[in-house]
């Protein structure tokens, strides 16, 4: 096995270590780092990184980051896992999603050493980081005030990273084009193949979301042979479903909102999802599905502006089975662990 530097510190085969790369000071003089954990184990492997909060305000991701160190599945690991809790310090000290410059640290990579506080951070990360990985998965929530049903997005035009998202385990994935400026260009461009896990919203934890987020990373280093695949699974087999098409219904009256549709309902043509009120609690419109579909974000604030996003739909071949799928989930979860939080394995 290679040699494995970063931050300026050699980490050996067999070795597990906590670094931190440092970042631009606050205002104070406050020093600022990313915090990483390295873990490699003593038989050669691939070389994974896990990240969270890239946006401040997501927290779901911090929680797996923190429960996949604490778990016993990966004591015997083969290769490398680099897992980065916070890779946006600064928006997590402010409960925002954005960096104090106010730019999408997901919208600027490359980056550059010598550009904006974003770019800085950027280019840090990918050449601290991405570049010394072969796959990645990359932890997201919802935005402000809204939920995403637990799903992935990938380009899935690529085969190997259509396989390790049919590994994670979720029965929603989303065939997402990849943005200019976002991390999954970047690490494209590197070689690196990298899936996005979307669930749960800002500011909040989510069990459900923290769950299958962490039992998905487990199983992706099994697929990728960084951990003993099971002989046998437990409970109900949860079968993937692609959606190549989704997008979000928007308000056609500004009000006060009912809503009827949740995150997982197999919703059909001309269902109602949600009404739209006055302020005195006359109806002022209704919020229709325009197609058969699976709900996977909604708008939780009970207020709606006209235009404003407030349904997100993925189309799929077999909605029913997808919706099902969902249940299944959410089963195989909660009968593996009735605890309202989930024990290190």
Known sequence: MEELIIAGESIK???????????????????????????????????????????????????????????????????????????????????????PDRRDLNRSFPGSKKGSLAGRLAHSFLNEIVAKCDVGIDLHTGAIHRSNLPQLRANLNDEQTLSLCKAFGLPVILNSDIRDGSLRQAAADLGVKVILYEAGQALRYDEFSIRAGLKGIINVMREVGMLNKRNSKKGHAIEPFIANQSGWIRAHESGFVHHQAQLGDHVMKGDVLATISDPYGTELGKVLCPAESVVIGKQNIPLAQEGEAMYHLAYFKTPNSVAEHVELLQDNLVSEENNATVKPE
Do not use: W
């Open 13 to 99: 085969p067999g070795e597990t270590k906590r670094l931190e790369i440092a970042m631009p000071p606050l205002y104070t003089d406050t020093h600022m780092s990313i915090p990483v954990h390295v873990q490699r184990g003593k038989r050669p492997g691939p070389t994974l990184f896990v990240s969270a909060a890239i946006h401040g305000d997501e927290l779901n991701g911090i929680e797996i980051v923190g429960r996949l160190l604490n778990s016993k599945s990966i004591k015997n690991l083969r290769g490398t896992l680099i897992a980065v809790p916070m890779v946006n310090v600064y928006g997590v000290l402010n409960q925002s999603r954005y960096l």
